[in-house]
């Protein structure tokens, strides 16, 4: 069982910055895949950024964010982390975090997740 607390998400105007972290509880983070969704209203969950386990040393993104967002891991702080730099409306959403047990490729579909944390909401102001 993994728990999942996001935070780090607020209001901030268009071409700001946010970092939000994802605190993991067990002993075995290291071992699973980290991906960040994003819900916005009306709209269906999308994948935003994914990080493979261990060392971390894959990092698939959504087109879009290529460029402004870069996730990351420290393994020994149970965190996974995503930067978002030059923040635009159409990143409003609430983030959510969440774990994966892969074989092989690192899921960009909800489907491929078992856990999943509460969310933190991001609003990007034009």
């Known amino acids: 069982q993994v728990q999942l607390v996001e935070s780090g998400g607020g209001l901030v105007q268009a071409g700001g910055s946010l970092r939000l972290s994802c605190a993991a509880s067990?002993?075995?983070?290291?071992?699973?895949?980290m991906g960040w969704f994003r819900h916005a209203p009306g709209k269906e969950r999308e994948f935003v950024a994914a990080?493979?386990?261990?060392?971390?040393?894959?990092?698939n993104y959504l087109d879009s964010v290529k460029g402004r967002f870069t996730i990351s891991r420290d393994n020994a702080k149970n965190t996974v982390y995503l930067e978002m730099n030059s923040l635009k409306p159409e990143d409003t959403a609430v983030y959510y975090c969440?774990?994966?047990?892969?074989?092989?490729?690192?899921?960009?579909?909800?489907?491929?997740?078992?856990?999943w944390g509460q969310g933190t909401r991001v609003s990007v102001s034009s």
């Open positions: 990080i493979s386990p261990y060392s971390g040393r894959t990092r």
């Open positions: 969440a774990a994966a047990s892969v074989v092989g490729s690192i899921p960009t579909v909800p489907m491929g997740y078992k856990y």
């Open positions: 067990g002993r075995t983070f290291s071992t699973y895949a």
